[in-house]
């Protein structure tokens, strides 16, 4: 983000008190921050107390050994139980936990919390039919309907901790998953609607299977859900492996009695892109998992038994976890499914859901909303969107334009918006308005919820103060924190711990400034991790795509501001000599690789062909350079470069031919 964008910014001055009415029965007042500092560990451990624990815990934090946290130390729980069992033990069966909406228009599907209770019962005993025990890893790899979020509970149920892959991954990111979690079995589709056709996800899962076997993996069953009904191909089923859902979970018996885990039993592990080449596999347990899912979501919603609350995520991202599965059912919650793009059949196709549905709380990601903003207000405008009540926004800092235009049009002025600060390695959300208490500001996260301690600091670990940007980091633990990275606690330890080691420091990987007030505006990444529609993307993964085509020698990516994603993705590539100019196509034939190899959100917004790229003395290159050219700045200091005549190059070859 430029200086003068961030001067900008902190001279946002609008500020919107919560509504009255929320505010005075609001689910958390201004108590909670000073009964939460006066005592974090009580107020965590009264937090645990909306779960059903089997076994009580004996200790609420175990910090001994740093960074390696315990959190409600010997207390044992079932993850699905507390999503589902007990809301319909308590009475509450009736209670629709899921309103789907198919992406094919009239394709809908209420189910209720018993319903789910029978589905996910049924799913766990037929995982256990095919071999999965506790402990095993199941990958989850679907669209967004209901089998899916059973898939995941089911999981929960048995103690299989499940990896959930992005359904729009390529078969290269799932296989490399799959190995490096090594999956037993996985879940997946036939298909899912994208735009009102039937898109394929099998032929993947086959592909994945092949590639992970190749490295020395084998994939045991794959469980298959009829969606699409879309032919599979002679080649598209084997017997010895795949097993269809409706022959298998459809049959099963509804009857499974939920095992208690040890809280620190892993619960999942979400792969996410970090500076290196290799995703990470963040790994969530149990207890303090549920325990901030629950919490946040409760809190930061203003949650009320009568609400009907959306969450747009993709059960594929961290937000879909903890704010659709999780967080939600943990509470009891009615909540949308939508299988869907945005704006498919038609424009308005979100706003038309909300009527319909009488949604009051809707969570969802400032590049949707800057997309609905170009659109313009008479698609909103046209539908009654009166029962909104709580409008949330995650991924991405919000822009204070975007944060107005959603309040305005969207919430009609009623509604606070909650701007929530987390990651997938928090688990939870950290940073955000508590809509009944805190007034809120476009474009700022404000402060910690109750119970997590921020500070921006400068590169010593030395608190900024107000009026300064540093480092956000996080300086005290919390319930649903990463444990570690799946299979490499060095890697762990390096990633979040080792900058700030002495002080114990979590390091976020983002910058961020306090203003006057003490409200906390984050300015996005300070590593080589962009945002690109508020999903992470390491440089360096895309480069290794890159890399791997053989007309390529070098690579470089930066993202580069885009008013539509936040980020893009801007590749320059220097080209291999018996490559010659790459040919008339070799710009939309690497955008392809990079496609193929990861998947259709990593691929390039430019692909720029270079002769040289900018390097320091030691070798490193200079990305804040590429970016000023990406994004059409001058260019800034190249003194430290090894040939400072290489931008020149560069920049020349870019205006005089792409
Ligand atoms: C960014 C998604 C500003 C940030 C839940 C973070 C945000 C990364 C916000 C995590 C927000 C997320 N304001 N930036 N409200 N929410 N981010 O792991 O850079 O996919 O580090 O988790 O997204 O992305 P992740």
Redesign the pocket.
């Known amino acids: 983000m430029s200086d003068e964008t961030l001067s900008n910014l902190l001279k946002e001055d609008r500020r919107f008190e919560p509504p009255a009415e929320l505010a005075a029965h609001a689910n958390v007042t201004a108590e909670a921050y000073a009964a939460a500092e006066r005592d974090p560990e009580g107020f965590w451990a009264e937090q645990a107390g909306r779960l059903d624990w089997a076994t009580p815990w004996e200790r609420v934090l175990n910090w001994d050994d740093p960074p390696f946290a315990k959190w409600f130390e010997g207390g044992r729980l079932n993850a699905a139980y507390n999503c589902v069992d007990r809301h319909v033990e308590a009475g509450r069966g009736d209670k629709v936990a899921f309103h789907f909406v198919g992406e094919p228009v009239d394709d809908t599907r209420d189910i209720t919390y018993a319903e789910l209770k029978d589905l996910v019962s049924q799913a766990a005993n037929a995982l256990v039919d095919l071999g999965v025990q506790t402990g095993d890893r199941v990958a989850i790899y679907m669209p967004m309907i209901p089998e899916a979020v059973v898939a995941m509970l089911a999981c929960a149920r048995i103690g299989a901790p499940h990896t959930v892959v992005f359904g729009g991954f390529s078969s290269d990111a799932l296989a490399s998953r799959l190995e490096d979690c090594q999956a037993k079995v996985v879940v997946t589709a036939d298909g899912g609607y994208r735009r009102g056709s039937a898109s394929a996800l099998k032929p993947a899962v086959d592909e994945a299977r092949t590639k992970a076997a190749e490295l020395g993996h084998t994939v045991e069953k794959v469980l298959v859900v009829r969606r699409t009904g879309q032919d599979l191909g002679a080649d598209g089923w084997d017997d010895a492996v795949d097993v269809w859902w409706h022959e298998s979970v459809d049959v099963a018996s509804t009857e499974h009695t939920p095992e208690a885990f040890d809280a620190e039993h892993p619960l999942y592990v979400m792969y996410?892109s970090g500076t290196t080449g290799k995703p990470k596999g963040?790994l969530h347990t149990t207890g303090g998992y549920l325990t901030g899912a629950a919490y946040t979501h409760w809190a930061v919603f203003d949650l009320k038994p009568d609400d009907v609350y959306w969450c747009t995520a993709d059960i594929g991202?961290?937000?879909g976890h903890?704010y659709i599965v999780y967080g939600p059912l943990a509470n009891g919650a009615t909540q949308v499914l939508y299988e869907g793009t945005p704006d498919s059949p038609e424009k308005g196709r979100w706003w038309r859901i909300i009527e319909e549905k009488k949604v009051s709380i809707f969570y969802t990601a400032?590049t949707a909303i800057r997309s609905f903003m170009k659109q313009g207000r008479e698609i909103p405008d046209g539908h009654d969107l009166s029962s909104l009540r709580v409008l949330g926004?995650?991924?991405?800092?919000?822009n204070p334009e975007a944060y107005v235009w959603y309040r305005h049009v969207i919430g009609g002025d009623r509604t606070p918006v909650v701007?929530?600060?987390?990651?997938?390695?928090?688990g939870q959300?950290m940073?955000?308005p508590l809509p009944g208490v805190t007034h809120g500001k476009p474009g700022s996260?404000m402060i910690p919820i109750p119970g997590i301690r921020a500070d921006v600091v400068d590169e010593e670990g030395r608190s900024v103060g107000n009026g300064a940007g540093g480092y956000?980091v996080l300086t005290k633990p919390w319930p649903a924190m990463l444990r570690t990275i799946w299979g490499d606690d060095e890697r762990f330890k390096e990633t979040y711990w080792s900058r700030f080691e002495k002080l114990g420091y979590y390091f976020?990987?983002?910058g961020a400034k306090l203003d006057d007030d003490g409200d906390l505006w984050?300015?996005?990444?300070v590593d080589d991790?962009m945002?690109v529609s508020?999903?992470?993307l390491s440089t360096t993964e895309i480069e290794s795509a890159l890399v791997s085509h053989p007309k390529v020698a070098e690579a470089a990516v930066v993202g580069a501001q885009d008013e539509d994603t936040g980020q893009a993705v801007c590749a320059f590539v220097i080209l291999r000599d018996e490559a010659g100019d790459g040919g008339e196509d070799i710009v939309e034939e690497l955008r392809a690789h990079v496609r193929k190899e990861i998947g259709p959100i990593a691929k390039p917004r430019q692909v720029m062909i270079v002769a040289e790229l900018p390097k320091t003395r030691s070798g490193k290159i200079m990305r804040r350079l590429l970016r000023d050219v990406a994004e059409h700045r001058e260019i800034g200091d190249v003194t430290t470069l090894a040939d400072s005549s290489v931008m020149d190059l560069i920049s020349s070859g870019i205006s005089s031919d792409k």
Do not use: F, M, Y
């Not at 926004?393 to 919000?398: A, C, D, K, L, T």
């Not at 701007?419 to 928090?426: F, I, K, S, V």
């Not at 984050?522 to 990444?525: A, E, F, T």
């Open positions: 996410t963040i991202w961290v937000t903890s400032p926004s995650v991924g991405e800092p919000i701007d929530t600060w987390w990651q997938t390695e928090t959300i940073i955000s996260a956000l976020a990987g983002d984050v300015l996005g990444r991790v945002n508020g999903h992470r």
